[in-house]
């Protein structure tokens, strides 16, 4: 797609810390569509489990997908890069968030055992979203 908007890591990936409403019950968080905490409509949510420690999923960027990462149980790494940096943002806890709103690469990697990877999404899965090709991803990122 020759109109994708250049995006950067410091304007499209934000780490967002999500309120508790635990007591001595135990923890609770709940997140609506369009709040600060998730800022757009969710309308699909998928999550990811029983990845081994040394398999890396993701690898791939979207041109209009929204995306808040969640690591419910566990902890996993996420590697985020905008064609000219790259950063690794560790998601350890139920209360923080990871949200993606731009043209970046992403890559999910070192779970630990037991860890569980959730990721609301603004829009239902499509295909022609994708670029899966990192070379091609730096190319379309660093034009215009
Ligand atoms: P994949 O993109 O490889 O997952 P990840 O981003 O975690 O590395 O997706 C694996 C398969 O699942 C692939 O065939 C596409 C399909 N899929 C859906 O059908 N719907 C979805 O919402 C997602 C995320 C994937």
Redesign the pocket.
Known sequence: MSNTPRATLQQNTRLIDFPSLGDVRGQLCALESVSAYVPFDIK?V?Y?WDVGADQV????AHYTLKQVLICLGGACEVVVDDGRQRQTVRLDSPLKGLLIDGFIWREMQHFTPGATLMVLANDH?DEADYVRNYDQFLQQANEG
Do not use: A, V
Request: charged share 40%; glycine share 12%.
């Open positions: 699909r998928y990811m999923r993701g690898k791939h899965y």
